[in-house]
């Protein structure tokens, strides 16, 4: 089983800055992408930023220039670096990990796992 937690959601005023932080463990054989999406009230739940194992990021519209994903592979573990935000950006953030997962060594098996999401609302 993964496990995936994020944490570093909290209460910001328009125009701060806030650091989330996404940490897989678990029997981890390796992960192919780490991602982050947000979902706010009445909404679907929406990408915001990825990235892949050769470090390839993508961004959604909202979040470039803004937001920076970054990820440890020491640590199997994602960062989403968020500057500039706005009340818009007021949402439940997800981290999902895919990838591939030890279940009896040596097989592998295919796994994606989300966390149970740390909430971010940016108010003044």
């Known amino acids: 089983q993964v496990l995936v937690v994020e944490s570093g959601g909290g209460l910001v005023q328009p125009g701060g800055s806030l650091r989330l932080s996404c940490e897989a463990s678990g029997m981890i054989f390796s992960i192919n992408a780490m991602s982050w999406y947000r979902q706010a009230p009445g909404n679907q739940r929406e990408l915001v930023a990825e990235?892949?194992?050769?470090?390839?990021?993508n961004y959604a519209d909202s979040a470039k220039g803004r937001f920076t994903i970054s990820r440890d592979k020491t640590e199997n573990t994602a960062y989403l670096a968020m500057n500039s935000l706005k009340p818009e950006d007021t949402a439940v953030y997800y981290c999902?990990?895919?990838?591939?997962?030890?279940?009896?060594?040596?097989?592998?098996?295919?796994?994606?796992?989300w966390g149970q999401g740390t909430l971010v609302t940016v108010s003044s």
């Open positions: 990235i892949a194992n050769d470090g390839t990021t």
């Open positions: 999902n990990v895919d990838g591939l997962r030890v279940v009896r060594a040596p097989e592998l098996d295919a796994f994606n796992a």
